[in-house]
């Protein structure tokens, strides 16, 4: 089992930067790719970003790549998501995401493919 809190949301305005952090707690949390998904009033679940267990390799949704950067530090299992030049469709709740297998690969993009999720942090961006 991993448990994962998310922190670091809040409200910002537009152009405004935000860093999201994710501690990642259980004996096979050093095993686990990890990621952000979010998810805006209205509509779908979507992915972010995801870096794989040994921070490596990173895979970001278009809309956010050039923009988002995420970290991870393999000794506290922790990941950030880095979020600069922020826009109002950035706005939603943010979920962290972990798995059971580690490496990335055409899955990551899918909800299905995450065995773990946290609660959620709102991150809010006004124009």
């Known amino acids: 089992q991993v448990q994962l809190v998310e922190s670091g949301g809040g409200t910002v305005k537009v152009g405004d930067s935000l860093r999201l952090s994710c501690a990642a707690s259980?004996?096979?949390?050093?095993?686990?790719?990890m990621g952000w998904f979010r998810q805006a009033p209205g509509k779908e679940r979507e992915f972010v970003a995801a870096?794989?267990?040994?921070?490596?390799?990173?895979d970001y949704a278009d809309s956010v790549r050039g923009r988002f950067t995420i970290t991870r530090d393999s000794a506290t299992n922790t990941v950030y998501l880095q979020m600069n030049s922020l826009r109002p469709e950035d706005t939603g709740i943010y979920f962290c995401v972990a798995d059971s297998i580690g490496t990335l690969s055409k899955y990551t993009r899918t909800i299905g493919h995450w065995d773990y999720w946290g609660q959620g942090t709102q991150v809010t961006v006004s124009s």
């Open positions: 259980g004996h096979t949390a050093g095993g686990s790719a």
């Open positions: 870096v794989n267990w040994g921070a490596a390799d990173k």
